[in-house]
């Protein structure tokens, strides 16, 4: 019987200790980070389907206020002839902290895309993006997160996302997204790098 509580006394303590080995893991959603990421969407009204590679980044000017930017390069397969597509976005935000594991966020940015149509005349247009959501620590190193994003770029797009990101270490996470948009959905995995952990 002292072996058996000689033994969980060990495993809790040694729980407690890897516990303890991780505050800043523990903290709120890190505003600063680099994601790598491979997207494919589905589109509804056609069988076509889209590979995209997404590039973006955070930095937290502030702990209220951060900058983002991202970048999109995808490519359609069609009967016609591929179609290809550049993105790039720009912007601000602001993330009130709710509890101390909980953030919600606010964001305005300014896009631009081009479309070539493969040897037709290429389309660019720019806009504005708005978006809104929560990002939330469920456990230490698990993030979930979701919201709402509205794209008005030539014609309006509004998509709800939910994703996760499970870190690791406190430098490297890996990330995983859906988006449900008005004519298309969206899955991704990624890596993300975290140059600071506050």
Do not use: C, K
């Not at 389907?49 to 206020?65: I, K, R």
């Amino acid at each position: 019987m002292n072996h058996r509580i000689t033994g969980r006394a060990a495993l809790a303590a040694g729980m407690l200790g890897l516990l303890a080995a991780q505050p800043a893991l523990a903290d709120g959603p890190n505003w600063t980070w680099i994601d790598a990421a491979y997207q494919q969407v589905d589109f509804d009204d056609v069988d076509e389907e889209a590979d995209v590679l997404n590039l973006d980044g955070s930095w937290a000017a502030t702990e209220l206020v951060h900058v983002f930017a991202g970048y999109r390069n995808g490519e359609v397969d069609t009967r016609f002839g591929d179609i290809d597509v550049d993105e790039l976005e720009l912007g601000i935000g602001v993330n009130p902290q709710l509890t101390e594991t909980v953030d919600l966020y606010g964001r305005i940015g300014w896009a631009t895309a081009e479309i070539d149509f493969g040897g037709f005349d290429d389309v660019d247009d720019d806009g504005f993006t708005l978006a809104a959501g929560l990002r939330a620590m469920v456990l230490p190193r698990w993030e979930l997160n979701g919201g709402m994003r509205y794209v008005d770029i030539g014609d309006d797009d509004t998509e709800l996302t939910l994703g996760t990101v499970y870190n690791f270490t406190p430098r490297f996470a890996v990330t995983g997204d859906v988006a449900f948009a008005d004519e298309a959905t969206t899955w991704g995995i990624g890596v993300r790098f975290y140059p600071d952990r506050r």
